[in-house]
């Protein structure tokens, strides 16, 4: 499954289904198929994003590429044996394109919306 989250403020930003539904927690969304961020709740969602961001930056502190997972599971729901996997990428990678719609929608004073 995709999810765009899209706004006039700025370009889609467009990710796998288990990745946006991680994201939406972290903006303190509820993981659905249909959503908003208001105009009123960006300044959270953005501050959310950000301490995430920060976590992220600090447990990966200090360690070489090489300490880093290589893979991760794709998100496909088939569990156990036979999950498939795809090149791991960092929580900081995913989230800083959500952040830069977030942070433009709040300037131009736009909501956030997926699954429309």
């Given at each position: 499954m995709i999810v765009i989250f899209q706004s006039p403020a700025a370009g889609d930003v467009i990710m796998f289904g288990d990745v946006a539904k991680r994201m939406m927690k972290l903006m303190g969304k509820e993981p659905t198929d249909?959503?908003?961020?208001?105009?009123?709740?960006?300044?959270?969602?953005?501050?959310?994003?950000?301490?995430?961001?920060?976590?992220?930056?600090?447990?990966?502190?200090?360690?070489?590429?090489?300490?880093?997972?290589?893979?991760?599971?794709?998100?496909?729901?088939?569990?156990?044996?036979?999950?498939?996997?795809?090149?791991?990428?960092?929580?900081?990678q995913r989230a800083v394109p959500l952040l830069e719609l977030l942070e433009w929608s709040l300037k131009k004073q736009k909501p956030v919306v997926w699954g429309v």
């Open positions: 249909k959503g908003i961020v208001t105009v009123e709740q960006l300044p959270d969602a953005i501050a959310r994003i950000k301490a995430a961001i920060e976590e992220d930056k600090q447990q990966r502190a200090g360690k070489s590429p090489e300490d880093l997972p290589q893979t991760e599971p794709d998100g496909s729901g088939s569990g156990g044996r036979g999950q498939g996997s795809r090149p791991f990428v960092t929580l900081t």
